[in-house]
């Protein structure tokens, strides 16, 4: 498989791209505080007339992921619009009005809240009388495992149900700690065959949604992509099956020198799929 290449910024590749579509969790910041290099990358590629939309697998409509940006030190300049997981899960459920939902993992956690289907009308109901299961997350990220909710999910299995997972990332880092996500509760129920609809990141609905915002911006579709993120499985395999180039942000990943093109080398191996280049963090 092709090695990506390794430009020491941004700066090196933007003249290629009109659009980016970018990761928040892990790229921008990391859910405690705001990484200023790569906002500074953002906001420079944007000053030179490129559109950025932000991208996230977060269960909640973009109001909510955008709430989160001031207080964490993300400024305004460096993106121009942002689409969520949780913004094409709504599209999915509005779908849905008719159905019964079974909704599961809700708490008050900012990632699992009422805001992903607030206005919607939908009618919740137990799982045994559920056409859909809603999947938000695991109740309790701190104590919770995916394990604990197999004997549960088998339910749904049985009475062959959809899952709508509304964040398809296994686990997302928050400060230095890694938490479950609705997607290692999908994987549980795909490995039980049951049937999942992944509105989020690597899968479609997210990304012709995010080309939709960025082609009202722009004035007409873009035609240049680049896809940002530090997620083989999700940001690089998504891009790759939407036919983008894909720059890899190696969050949590050796930082210098050839530790680090190997680590990068040896990640997209294990994950099956490519990216175009590859950078320790998002810089200008």
């Known amino acids: 498989m092709t090695r990506p290449e390794h430009p020491s910024g941004l700066a090196g590749i933007a003249k290629n791209y009109d659009t980016i579509l970018c990761d928040v969790w892990g790229v ?27 991208i996230t697998n977060a269960p ?50 900012w990632e699992r809240d009422q805001f992903l289907y607030k ?68 994987a549980i129920y795909e490995e039980e065959g049951g049937s999942v609809i992944y509105p989020g990141k690597p899968h479609s609905a997210i990304y012709e949604l995010a080309i939709r915002r960025a082609a009202e911006i722009r004035g007409e579709k873009p035609s240049r992509v680049l896809c940002i993120g530090d997620s083989p499985a999700t940001d690089m395999r998504g891009a790759a099956q939407q036919g983008f180039d894909a720059l890899y942000v190696g969050t949590g990943l050796a930082e210098h020198g050839d530790n680090f093109k190997a680590e990068v080398g040896a990640l997209l191996d294990q994950y099956d799929t490519a990216a175009q280049y590859a950078m320790p963090a998002l810089r200008w």
């Open 119 to 186: 206005g919607l009308g939908l009618n919740f109901v137990e799982p045994e009388e559920a056409d859909t299961m809603l999947c938000i997350g695991v109740r309790d990220q701190e104590n919770d495992h995916p394990e604990d909710y197999r004997e549960r999910l088998k339910t749904g299995v049985e009475r062959g149900i959809p899952m709508i997972c509304a964040n398809p990332d296994i686990k997302v880092r928050i400060g230095d700690e890694l938490v479950w996500c609705a997607g290692a509760l999908a």
């Open 28 to 54: 921008i910041h990391n859910g405690r505080h705001a990484f200023d290099d790569a906002c500074n990358a953002l906001t420079r590629f944007r000053e030179g007339g490129g559109t950025v939309v932000l």
């Open 60 to 109: 909640v409509p973009k109001a909510q992921v955008i709430s989160y940006f001031e207080p964490l030190g993300v400024p305004r300049e460096c993106y121009d619009d942002c689409v969520s997981s949780g913004d094409a899960t709504r599209e999915e459920l509005s779908k849905r009005r008719d159905e019964k939902i079974w909704r599961l993992g809700v708490d008050a956690g």
